[in-house]
């Protein structure tokens, strides 16, 4: 089985995390988890310790990990880096080449392996053009998509951008190892 590093930022679609962290780590997988500061505002970071069986990661400079350069380290040992959900936000700052906390960091610390973005946000927010054209540029850069479905959105709204189902993250993430 593999190492799986589980990226999950700003979303009310990360409660949907938890259920992928769990469904890999019932398949064998190591899940290691690095959580945005606006990730931990939507799901605790004690959720994905307690499924996963391993530390969630959270802070770039945590002061408890011994010495290590926590994203560097994350990066080398992860088999597949997968960004789930990946907000407009995280997206832009990727394709800016913008890396100010630690999942960035490790994304830009990440290569020669594959890098699944699974997008989750407001539909209006999904097509923006911007967020169109980070995408198509990531795609140009070797970066996988994971497509969100059309569903009624937290907001209330209808339309495309809630995050692809689990399985179908699992399929993609199956293929990819």
């Known amino acids: ?10 979303s009310i679609a990360a409660y949907k995390s938890a259920d992928l962290a769990n469904a890999l780590t019932k398949e064998g997988h190591v899940v290691s988890v690095v959580m945005t500061k606006n990730a931990c505002e939507f799901i605790s970071p004690l959720t994905f ?19 290590d350069v926590e ?23 990727i394709a800016s080449g913008i890396a100010d906390d630690l999942l960035t960091t490790t994304v830009m610390a990440t290569k ?3 890098i699944l973005i699974c997008p989750a946000m ?15 540029k990531l795609t140009s850069l070797g970066y996988l998509f994971a497509e969100p479905r059309e569903s009624l959105l937290a907001c209330g709204d209808l339309g495309k951008g809630a995050l692809a189902e689990v399985e179908t993250i ?8």
């Open 112 to 114: 020669e392996k594959p």
């Open 1 to 10: 089985m593999g190492n799986i590093l589980l990226g999950i930022s700003g």
């Open 71 to 93: 994203h560097i380290g994350l990066a080398k040992k992860a088999n597949i880096l997968v960004l789930a959900p990946a907000t407009a936000n995280l997206i832009g700052k």
């Open 49 to 67: 310790e307690t499924l996963t069986k391993q530390p969630v990661y959270t802070e770039s400079f945590a002061r408890n990990s011994g010495f």
């Open 170 to 177: 699992l399929q993609h993430i199956r293929r990819l190892l």
């Open 122 to 136: 407001n539909t209006a927010m999904y097509e923006n053009p911007i967020v169109q054209g980070n995408i198509e």
